[in-house]
């Protein structure tokens, strides 16, 4: 059994070094289609499943005959501000998991910051070597892409379906399949517009592509896709963001946006159309209703008077933001809304509150 562990550490080991050389090599040539580093038939023999602390029943058990379950992978740091936003999604996403209607099946935490922290016995996780030294040029989100491709290498993901998630995600309902054969199931943001860019886009998605509404208003998240058409996606979204924040007329136009341009950019180059689904998700404060929605994303800071009016842009009498708990986890109990503020919001902070009461040594 020793041996056998050895043989698969260096087996890992050589893996992600020769993926990293790939990368190097890959941010000054000609975009690369193809998965970097070697072949998944190259390990076929190794049994040892490489998602640390997967429960056995997640990660070996037979998935349901009459469900198309979608795995829900969420890549993350090791920060403070990214761990408690972790388990504070993965509470939710176990409470909906076998619900009705729900075609929720295993789950992971792609940690990319290269080494097990304290929580994998929580969260089943997956540790992704993050990018070489400075790659990143200051935009942490470049180490995204580059987890994906690492976890979709080596993994053994039994759903035949991926729903990229992101820390900041409540699940509020059972999430079905939404997805269909062929097409991937996004949803649509207001700020991504190709057709505005598409003097830029062009040098990434040329026009033997086909038109520039080829390209989805869309990010990496929340989407549903097929696994094996994002095993194509994940290295062109990779090798899409490097060469983009390398390129300063991009990175002038799209900044905090960039890797999300470059997914949809690798979706297009592949042909995997996306529905664009309104329902996925709400973002409060501005979306009011929770509705049919299956996700709320609280990207936004919650700034209200004592009246329950919104104050946007000043900081209110009450307010949640998370970026408040950036060095720190938020305390357990946080005050409710003031009457008057949206269901979405007050919805928002019943369930943060109801995660942290329930999940043992929170704060710590």
């Not at 973002?283 to 800071?301: A, R």
């Not at 104050?311 to 408040?324: A, L, P, V």
Request: charged share 20%.
């Amino acid at each position: 059994m020793g041996c056998g562990n050895f043989f698969f550490t260096i087996l890992v080991t050589f893996s992600v070094a020769l993926i990293t050389y790939n990368i190097i090599i890959s941010a000054n040539s000609p975009l690369q289609q193809d998965l970097p580093g070697p072949s998944r038939s190259s390990s076929s023999s190794i049994s040892v499943d490489p998602i640390i602390q997967m429960p056995l029943h997640r990660s070996r058990g037979k998935l349901g005959s009459s469900k198309r379950l979608f795995h829900t992978a969420v890549t993350a740091s090791d920060s403070v501000y990214n761990t408690w936003q972790c388990r504070i999604m993965y509470y939710w996403f176990k409470k909906f998991q076998n619900e009705p209607n729900s075609g929720m099946g295993g789950f992971t935490r792609i940690l990319h910051s290269g080494k097990p922290d304290k929580y994998m016995d929580e969260i089943p996780t997956f540790v992704a070597q993050p990018l070489p030294a400075g790659m990143d040029r200051g935009y942490i989100v470049l180490n995204r892409p580059w987890a994906f491709v690492q976890w979709l290498q080596q993994a053994d993901i039994k759903e035949d379906y991926i729903l990229m998630s992101e820390p900041d995600h409540i699940i509020v309902k059972p999430i079905p399949n939404l997805a269909t054969d062929g097409l991937g199931a996004a949803f649509p943001f207001f700020y991504i517009e190709p057709k505005k860019y598409e003097s830029v886009l062009r040098k990434y998605f040329p026009e033997n592509k086909g038109p520039i509404t080829n390209i989805d208003p869309i990010g990496n998240s929340p989407v549903i896709v097929g696994k094996e058409s994002l095993k194509k996606i994940a290295p062109t979204w990779m090798n899409v963001s490097l060469a983009m924040k390398k390129d300063p007329e991009t990175d002038k136009a799209f900044g905090w946006v960039l890797e999300m341009y470059a997914y949809a950019v690798a979706s297009a180059v592949h042909g995997v159309g996306n529905i664009l689904y309104k329902d996925f998700m709400i973002q409060p404060p501005w979306d009011k209703e929770i509705g049919k929605k299956f996700i709320i994303h609280y990207t936004y800071g919650c700034d209200y008077n004592m009246k329950g009016e919104l104050t946007y842009g000043k900081i209110g009498e009450w307010r949640f933001d998370k970026r408040s708990y950036d060095s720190v986890a938020p305390p357990r109990n946080l005050p409710m809304p003031p009457a008057g503020v949206p269901e979405s919001v007050v919805t928002l902070v019943r369930m943060v509150n109801e995660a942290t009461a329930n999940i043992p040594n929170w704060g710590e």
